[in-house]
């Protein structure tokens, strides 16, 4: 057992009381009631930056505060960024907490409280990894920049406005970012991208009110049937994404990464099992964790128009709509993915429908290849505290706060996850493990010296 | 002026306050607390019938009684069944009467009150113009069987268990219903069709519950997206019914009556100013008025699935569905309809989906020729009684009872209105015009007369 790994040894104790703590101030940012409690919060990390020997500062936003940490060494080359979030999700409902949210109570191994795994359990392991190379060597061996804000669950409305005014003291080697999970308990994993996303609404008008389908069916167009025709252009019989010019900033996987993939211990029966649906089903010629993963969508989320009642009621609507996201991947822009979408809808629909198209943004895929520097210590890292190598993995879903990144500052963002798929984070019961509590800690203080 | 026409002019004051007491009894079949008041006028018109000297009874059904009326006389050759009913809409909202909806008063020359026109004020036309011949005449020169039944704003639920159980008393040589409108003020109209409807319900179902589009999009099938390609498959680009079979049993429009068409004082343009839509839309080929009154339709009245609230949900749904009627023309059938939709439906979903498909019923389509002696006697009558030769029109709409005359008893069916399209039946301040009351009434006689 290296230094480090005693340090951290000795410290149990001591460590899982500064989680204890951490978790027993209720920073629901969503809570105007908690705004003060939340404001607190912000304080007491900057307090454990301190203790742990780094320089701290709270920096006010219209918004919750964010705390910024800071270390440099004269002699240190590189500077990371570690991006975490001190607020948590309301802990309703209440009556479905074996223990009060905020009083955080100990079962088997782990600890249960809101905010357990997301995120303070996660972002606390990197900053006693940064206090445990200050303990025992008296200096971490690369430079870190700790952004800690307080207004992920409410959608980081202040950061990126932080992000902008600040990006020349910002400038870093890459980001690191623990708010995710491991493959599962004993199978560490690196997320290595993101898909983006782009969210659109499709409005068709026809006549001015509903109208008598016998009196006018059939001489006027059907919003309802003109907004299927749409719909249904959308996709090819493949399945493929059927909007002109939609893939042309689409990489293919590359080859290396299919063979990562086939590493990737994914059973396809227990994922239809979890789904509920009668099969899998998508673009030809990819897999399921390809389609995923690495391929893009353009998914109706809804769609309403007409009579939704109960029997029969014989109208031509006046007016039919849906709501569409599409999941974006490298190097598609979700700008652009939108020009192209409202063009082709409005290609699509006929002069007899009024037809609108409201873009709603989105946010940028986000990838790193697994011979990326940061990913290649990361795999490292993983591997000396978890015995065991890491898997890469990707997510099919959009984290905006790791596309600004990537979009304001320039950096790789890797995504190191030490919670599980079942922590119940957003419900009653969060918990996370002290087990992994650890190991995170132990990953991150090998990570700064893998990166050296 | 002739003996009917002079006994008709005489009995001016008498007609209208026959029409004026019939108008005050509030026979909302609708209304439990009026199933008295319906009962009163089913005997109240009853009454009518005797006082103008036929036979008449009530019959009662498990809902609101028929008052059946015949007239035969040994050297009639022909018999004609008269449909009509005594219920009516429920008045409200009262607060947009100008009067009480039961106390009715004269506005210029029209009476305003709940049933003038629909159907109180019509079918008494009826039943006079057979008391003017008995009256002149001392005999009426066709059979005639009455059936005004009281339950026709509440579907008509008891009336074709009546005809099946009666069919061999009801035996005709054709009916006459005058339940709607002519085309205009001075512009008498006979009704030689009306489409018929077949009603049905689609419902995909994927996934067990919404999914996060994230984390599952693309891997499995997207009810709303699936349904909108099965909603899409449902016409072709010269938005034709694409279901096979479909138009089997659809009759062309034969040339005489494309020449009758073009004889109907029909405006384009201000029909489409009526719907409020950017255009008029349908079925490659054919004008707006032969969409509307001989070609079959595929309406999608409602569609829903999904998120349908404010802002972005990123979800594939668990399900989504569409309501779905058809208006038929002959020969079409519902069943059969039914049968070729389902079977569309579901060998164009895709087996990732379940798919229901939700059969309603419908009715059948009825239709004339004009070369119908009916139709020609009755053409001659509404010229001798309006001085002026009626147009020949057809509805786009479906009134089952007209159907069901056909179905059951094998009669042809002449819808004679003297309603006006702005009489605001089913609205409040319901009105029906004196002047074609009592025009109504001759032309009645004379259609006997014509037919005898």
Not at 109 to 122: F, L
Not at 148 to 176: F, M, N, T, W
Not at 251 to 260: A, F, G, V
Not at 431 to 448: D, H, M, P, V
């Amino acid at each position: 057992m290296d230094d480090l790994a005693s340090h951290i040894e000795r410290n149990r104790e001591a460590f899982v009381s500064e989680l204890m703590e951490l978790l027993r101030i209720p920073s629901v940012s969503a809570d105007p009631d908690r705004k003060e409690d939340t404001a607190r919060c912000a304080r007491h990390v900057a307090g454990i930056f301190r203790r742990m020997g780094l320089e701290a500062r709270i920096v006010e936003t219209p918004g919750h505060p964010i705390v910024r940490a800071d270390y440099s060494h004269p002699e240190n080359k590189r500077t990371y960024l570690v991006y975490g979030h001190y607020d948590v999700q309301p802990p309703d409902p209440l009556d479905k907490w074996l223990e009060p949210p905020f009083e955080p109570w100990l079962d088997g191994e782990d600890v249960v409280a809101r905010g357990a795994s997301d995120d303070k359990g996660q972002f606390l392991a990197h900053i006693l990894a940064a206090g445990t190379h200050l303990a025992t060597r008296g200096r971490i061996p690369v430079n870190l920049i700790f952004l800690i804000e307080g207004e992920e669950e409410v959608s980081s409305d202040h950061l990126a406005d932080y992000l902008e005014k600040e990006a020349p003291g910002l400038r870093a080697d890459g980001a690191v970012v623990s708010d995710t999970s491991m493959w599962g308990p004993d199978t560490p994993a690196l997320g290595l991208g993101l898909r983006g996303i782009a969210a659109a609404e499709i409005r068709l008008r026809g006549p001015a009110r509903d109208l008598h389908s016998g009196g006018f069916g059939g001489a006027v167009a059907n919003p309802a049937a003109e907004l299927a025709r749409v719909l249904a252009s959308l996709h090819d019989e493949d399945r493929r994404v059927a909007v002109p010019g939609f893939y042309d900033q689409v990489r293919e996987i590359p080859r290396e990464e299919k063979e990562l993939l086939s590493q990737v211990p994914f059973d396809e029966g227990e994922f239809l099992d979890s789904t509920g649906a009668p099969a899998l089903w998508g673009e030809r010629g990819y897999s399921t964790l390809e389609r995923i993963w690495f391929r893009p969508t353009c998914e109706v989320n809804g769609i309403a128009g007409g009579y939704r009642g109960e029997g029969t009621k014989t109208i031509v609507p006046t007016c039919a709509g849906a709501k569409i996201t599409m999941r974006l991947v490298p190097d598609q822009d979700p700008e652009t993915v939108l020009e192209l979408f409202e063009a082709h809808v409005k290609r699509t629909a006929p002069p007899s429908v009024e037809v609108e198209v409201i873009k709603q943004g989105g946010a940028r895929p986000v990838s790193l290849s697994p011979d990326n520097p940061l990913v290649q210590a990361a795999a490292g890292a993983e591997e000396r505290a978890f015995g065991k190598k890491p898997i890469f993995i990707r997510s099919g879903g959009s984290i905006p706060v790791v596309g600004e990144l990537k979009r304001i500052l320039g950096l790789d963002v890797l995504l190191m996850g030490f919670g599980l798929e079942d922590d119940r984070i957003h419900s009653p019961n969060e918990k996370f493990s002290l087990e992994r509590f650890r190991k995170g800690i132990l990953t991150s203080a090998y990570l700064w010296e893998e990166l050296a």
